[in-house]
């Protein structure tokens, strides 16, 4: 088996990336949602475009 392997380690490498890959995505998905720009409070209480004039 091990003979194998050091043979051909492609199998063995794409094994690891997609466990890898697999772990990062469920990591991702337990982590709260990040919305950076949305802040309640006086920074955009006058409207909700305040950095922008018309």
């Known amino acids: 088996?091990?003979?194998r392997i050091l043979q051909n380690p492609w199998r063995l490498l794409?094994?690891?990336n997609a466990a890898v890959i697999v772990g990062v995505?469920?990591?991702k998905i337990q982590l709260p949602p990040?919305?950076?720009y949305i802040r309640a409070g006086p920074a955009?209480?006058?409207s909700s475009?305040?950095?922008?004039?018309?």
């Open 34 to 36: 990040y919305v950076p």
């Open 14 to 16: 794409l094994a690891i």
């Open 1 to 3: 088996m091990t003979v």
């Open 49 to 54: 475009l305040s950095g922008f004039s018309a």
């Open 44 to 46: 955009n209480s006058d």
């Open 25 to 27: 995505f469920i990591h």
